[in-house]
């Protein structure tokens, strides 16, 4: 059973920074890849940043590339994001996902929803 704790929102002023934790437990590590998807009211969910850990491939939208950085503990089996140079209109509930990757891009997984999701947790950016 896919189990995913999301961890680390909060509410932070522009520029400042945050680090997400996502906790996985109940597959095997190497074989998922883990994203962190944000949303906000009235608009899609979005990928953010992803990971493959079995071979270190890594995935990020445009509007967060040189500000954010995605990492993971294979030991822990724990994936990070940290933010950096926040801005408002980073402001959204972010969740993280994970889907088993075998034999498909970090792109593809990261720019459509994968199949399994945690609960959100609130990342709020003030002006």
């Known amino acids: 059973d896919v189990q995913l704790q999301a961890s680390g929102g909060g509410l932070v002023q522009a520029g400042g920074s945050l680090r997400l934790s996502c906790a996985s437990s109940?597959?095997?590590?190497?074989?998922?890849?883990i994203g962190w998807f944000r949303q906000v009211p009235g608009k899609e969910r979005e990928g953010v940043s992803c990971i493959k850990s079995s071979d270190g491939s890594t995935y990020y939208t445009d509007s967060v590339k040189d500000r954010f950085s995605i990492s993971s503990d294979r030991a822990k089996g724990t994936v990070y994001l940290q933010m950096n140079s926040l801005k408002p209109e980073d402001t959204a509930v972010y969740y993280c996902?994970?889907?088993?990757?075998?034999?498909?891009?970090?792109?593809?997984?990261?720019?459509?929803?994968?199949?399994?999701w945690g609960k959100g947790t609130q990342v709020t950016v003030s002006s």
């Open positions: 109940g597959f095997t590590f190497d074989d998922y890849a």
């Open positions: 996902a994970a889907e088993w990757a075998l034999g498909k891009t970090i792109e593809l997984m990261c720019t459509n929803l994968m199949d399994h």
